[in-house]
C-alpha cells in the first residue's frame, strides 16, 4: 500500500505519522509543491494544503483513495467519482481536541495570558501593567454548526455556567441543553462566537462587513474551522476600528499566515498555527491516524470506508 501524505512536517512529526502506519506499507510525506513527482505512484492521499482537482487526478494513475481530515473543500469530489476513487472525511475524529482548543483561545483571550506571559518575561513592571478582562461566568457563547465539535463545545462552555446559543443549518437538530436560534439572533446576542461549520460556496465570507456589523462591540470572534469563512479584510478592519473586541484565530485566508499580514500586528487578536485538530506539537494526533489506517484497511479490504462522501459503483 503506498501512501501519499501532503503538507508542513519536521523531520520528527514525519517519524511520528509514519510510525503509526502497518510496516510494510510505503508512507511518503511530501510537500504540497512536490505532490506531482509523487502522485503517480500513490495508492491513498491524504492532501493537506492542495486541490485534488481533475488535473492532478489525471496524474494519479494508481489512486483508490482520498482521505482528508475534517474539511474536503479541497478535493472535487466529482471528479474523484468519475474515476471510481473513493473520498472520505475525518469528522467528529477530532472534535474532542478541537473544541478545548477553542475553549483554550477563549480563555487565554479572556484571561490576557499571552499579554501577561509576554510582559512577565520582557520584565516589566507587574505594578503598572494595563489591561482589560473577564470571566465565561454568565457569559453567551454561540455556536455556528451544532455538529461534533460545536455539541463538545457547548458541553465544555456549560462547565464555565455560559449560556450558549447554537445555529445549525440541519433544522432537524434538537438539543434539550442549549437554544437553537436563526443566524442573526445569535450574532446579535452572543458575546462570543465560534465558527464550527465547513467550508462550501453558501459559507464562504459568511463573515463579512455585514455580519460584524452585528456583533456586540466587545464580542469575540473564534474561528478554528476554515480561514476563507470569514473575509480577512473586513476582519482586519473591524478589529482595527473596535466594531468587535476582538478574535482568535486559527485558520486563515493563506496558509501558512503570511508573515507580513496585519493579523500578526493587532493587539486584540490571538493566533495559532492551524493546530486545533492536532494538540502535539509533532502535528500527529494518534486519534486521527488510526482512523486513518483503519478506513485505508476498508480500502484494501473493498469495502466502504467509514464517513465516505462518494459512493463507487
Known amino acids: ?22 510496516e510494510d506499507w510505503n ?22 494544503h492542495i486541490e485534488v482537482n481533475e488535473a492532478l487526478l489525471n496524474k494519479a494513475k494508481n489512486l483508490k483513495f482520498v482521505q482528508t481530515g475534517a474539511g474536503f473543500d479541497n478535493v472535487d469530489i466529482e471528479a474523484c467519482t468519475k ?8 469528522a467528529g475524529v477530532n472534535a474532542n481536541a478541537v473544541a478545548e482548543h477553542i475553549m483554550a483561545l477563549i480563555l487565554g483571550y479572556y484571561k490576557n495570558i499571552s499579554f501577561l506571559d509576554q510582559s512577565m518575561k520582557n520584565r516589566e513592571d507587574e505594578t503598572k501593567l494595563e489591561y482589560a478582562g473577564g470571566e465565561l461566568l454568565g ?42 436560534v436563526d443566524l442573526d439572533t445569535l450574532v446579535k446576542n452572543a458575546d462570543v462566537i465560534t465558527i464550527n461549520i465547513f467550508l462550501n460556496e453558501s459559507t464562504r465570507n459568511l463573515v463579512n462587513k455585514a455580519f460584524l456589523s452585528k456583533m456586540k462591540r466587545n464580542a469575540l470572534l473564534v474561528n478554528t474551522a476554515r480561514g476563507p469563512i470569514v473575509c480577512e479584510d473586513d476582519l482586519i ?33 490571538v493566533l495559532t498555527p492551524h493546530t486545533a485538530g492536532m494538540p502535539d506539537g509533532t502535528k500527529f494526533h494518534e486519534v486521527r ?7 485505508i484497511l476498508r480500502i484494501q479490504s473493498n469495502e466502504t470506508p467509514q464517513n465516505n462522501l462518494n459512493q463507487i459503483k
Do not use: H
Not at 501524505?5 to 505519522?17: E, L
Not at 461534533?148 to 438539543?175: C, H, P, W
Open 83 to 90: 474515476k471510481n476513487i473513493w473520498v472520505s472525511n475525518a
Open 1 to 22: 500500500m503506498n501512501v501519499l501524505i501532503t503538507g508542513y512536517f519536521n523531520d520528527y512529526s514525519k517519524q511520528r505519522v509514519t510510525q503509526s502506519f502497518p
Open 289 to 295: 491516524y488510526r482512523f486513518f489506517v483503519q478506513n
Open 27 to 48: 508512507v511518503q510525506i511530501v510537500e504540497p509543491q512536490q505532490i506531482e513527482e509523487f502522485i503517480s505512484e500513490a495508492d491513498v492521499l491524504i492532501p493537506e
Open 237 to 269: 478592519e473591524a478589529l482595527k476600528n473596535n466594531v468587535i473586541g476582538g478574535a482568535c484565530l486559527d485558520v486563515f485566508t493563506v496558509e501558512p499566515l503570511q508573515l507580513d499580514s496585519e493579523l500578526r500586528t493587532l493587539k486584540n487578536v
Open 139 to 180: 457569559k453567551t457563547i454561540g455556536t455556528i454548526g451544532f455538529g461534533a465539535i460545536g455539541s463538545r463545545v457547548a458541553e465544555l462552555a456549560k462547565a464555565f455556567k455560559m449560556k450558549v446559543l447554537a445555529y445549525d443549518t440541519n433544522k432537524n437538530i434538537q438539543s434539550n441543553d442549549v437554544e437553537m
